[in-house]
């Protein structure tokens, strides 16, 4: 298991291992594509993986909303992934994206690291599992579930509810980050709300924010790759130090230029000597 370093911002790359996700479903159907896809997302400079057997797509232009898939579906998908990355030496810290406590204590004895849950820690067990395995949380807001989330969600205040939400579930374990869960029964004005509220909620503990592909950017899934980025570093201006993305090449550059002009350290003077600067 290796540890997550949050000393500076990093890319959290997605791998999807399910044949429904709405952006790249059944594109790694095998075994060896999702441990290529896995090795290339570290190469491309991520700072952890993010292994996905459940979609948890809205309902929306993709049809729809994706339909929830038993523990044991589960595993038989993601499971053989991280068995094979332990036993070639996966080289950055992994994280899981499940729901579900029983799936996640069989992938922290597998060498995940991070369980990456979109309900909060809902599931009984859940945050007695990660605390268990001395792992982490990313601790997400979601309103309502993947079938129903985008059925006219409404909010009085949104970012005092996700806040307050987001405050009490990082409370059930040791160790988290807290994520507002952009696109998870919000309409698009409250994606941005909620992004412009990151500083806030960066108080209660470090920030994930996943903004990657999603529809509240505009536009056609193959042209929010340069808004979602924009967005993302606008998430790392205001206090993320976690930006989740299935455009990991792209995000990293992103991110990397955006600290070398407005954060200089002595870090980033050492980086500028590298062959290439």
Same mark, same amino acid.
């Given at each position: ?35 290529a896809r896995a090795f290339a ?43 094979? @990355? *332990?036993? !070639?030496?996966? =080289? ?8 579900? /406590? $029983?799936? +996640? #204590? ?18 009984e067990g859940m945050a007695e ?32 509810e996700v806040e307050a939400f ?54 056609? @899934? *193959?042209? !929010?790759?340069? =808004? ?8 790392? /201006? $205001?206090? +993320? #130090? ?36």
């Amino acid at each position: 298991m290796k540890p997550l370093d949050l000393s500076r911002p990093g890319v959290l790359g997605v791998l999807n291992v399910t044949p429904d996700s709405f952006s790249d479903g059944g594109r790694f159907a095998t075994l060896d594509a999702q441990v290529a896809r896995a090795f290339a997302i570290a190469e491309e400079g991520a700072l952890v993986l993010d292994v996905g057997g459940e979609s948890t797509r809205p309902r929306g232009p993709y049809g729809e909303g994706a339909r929830p898939v038993d523990a044991d579906e589960e595993r038989r998908r993601v499971l053989p992934v991280l068995e094979a @990355l *332990e036993r !070639r030496g996966y =080289p950055i810290a992994i994280s899981v994206d499940t729901r579900k /406590a $029983a799936v +996640a #204590r069989d992938a922290l004895s597998r060498g995940a690291a991070i369980i990456n849950d979109v309900s909060g820690l809902e599931d009984e067990g859940m945050a007695e599992a990660i605390d268990a395995a001395d792992a982490t949380a990313i601790v997400m807001h979601m309103k309502g579930t993947p079938e129903t989330m985008q059925e006219s969600p409404r909010y009085d205040d949104v970012v005092a509810e996700v806040e307050a939400f987001l405050v009490a579930r990082r409370g059930r374990v040791r160790r988290a980050l807290v994520d507002p869960g952009i696109g998870f029964g919000k309409t698009a004005e409250h994606n941005w709300t909620l992004l412009r509220a990151t500083e806030r909620l960066a108080r209660i503990a470090p920030v994930c924010v996943g903004v990657s592909r999603k529809g509240f950017l505009g536009g056609k @899934l *193959e042209e !929010r790759l340069a =808004p979602g980025i924009g967005a993302a570093l606008a998430a790392v /201006a $205001a206090g +993320a #130090r976690l930006v989740r993305t299935h455009d990991v090449k792209e995000t990293v550059a992103a991110l990397r230029a955006f600290e070398r002009g407005s954060l200089p350290d002595e870090r980033h003077r050492e980086d500028a000597k590298a062959p290439g600067a």
